[in-house]
């Protein structure tokens, strides 16, 4: 140690990278179970958005950028160590011990840079499962729309089918038309005008309200989108 005193940083860059590598394998097993589960989830054909742990999976990639950010500083230490205590076995080249230490913090540069493209890859699979888990799940959403919107057109085909049957029935359910069971005729009043000077502004109405408020609503959209 009198020698050299890098061989101190020897030791506790030892020390470094065992708790890098206990927290690198928690978290990878953490990982791995999450992963498993998500791509199960994704190959089942009916699936609730709700079994997805989106928190826990950003959670889980919140400490993987931490993690990343601890390798990275880790790494520019190690390298700065490496290049500065060069420096001093070029000045005594003769040094074994020197020389030693050296090869022994490069062998501990080798290893953290290792370990970060570890995290990196990680941190990418990470990104990866959140893609899955968020596109299969908005697949699912919208295949469901999808099947909700084809019920909706299938009951306003069949409202549009009987609409016809049901205004005919309505028109002459009503009082302006009047029936001769002797000459089996039909007879229209004098007040069926009636009928069409309320049904006609009304049927503007309620065209003019229903245009307006589409177009109410198209224009907060493209407001939103903007």
């Known amino acids: 140690m009198l020698v050299d005193p890098f061989c101190l940083y020897v030791i506790a860059l030892d020390e470094l990278w065992a708790q890098a590598e206990g ?13 498993r589960y998500a791509l199960d989830l994704a190959g089942r054909t009916t699936l609730h958005s709700d079994q997805h742990d989106f928190v826990g ?7 993987i950028i931490h993690l990343r950010e601890g390798a990275d500083a880790i790494l520019s230490t190690a ?27 490069k062998q501990k ?8 493209f570890q995290v990196s890859s990680l941190k990418q699979r990470m990104s990866n499962v959140i893609n899955l888990s968020f596109n299969v799940v908005t ?20 409202t549009v089918a009987f609409l016809p049957v049901a205004t005919v029935a309505a028109i002459f359910g009503s ?22 000077v309320l049904t006609t502004p009304l049927g503007i109405l309620v065209c003019a309200l229903y245009y307006w408020l589409s177009y ?9 989108r903007e």
């Open 23 to 35: 927290v690198m394998k928690d978290i990878g097993n953490v990982f791995g179970t999450m992963e």
């Open 175 to 196: 009082q302006f038309f009047n029936s001769d069971p002797t000459n089996r005729k039909i007879y229209l009043t004098n007040d069926f005008w009636i009928f069409w």
């Open 57 to 63: 999976l950003h959670n889980l990639a919140k400490h």
């Open 216 to 224: 109410s609503h198209e224009k907060k959209v493209t407001i939103r």
């Open 139 to 158: 697949q699912r959403d919208s295949n469901i729309l999808k099947n909700d919107s084809q019920a909706m057109r299938a009951l306003a085909t069949v």
């Open 109 to 116: 540069l080798v290893q953290f840079e290792v370990w970060t």
């Open 79 to 105: 390298q700065r160590l490496v290049d500065h205590h060069e420096q001093l076995v070029i000045e005594d080249p003769k040094n074994k011990t020197k020389r030693l230490v050296h090869q022994r913090l």
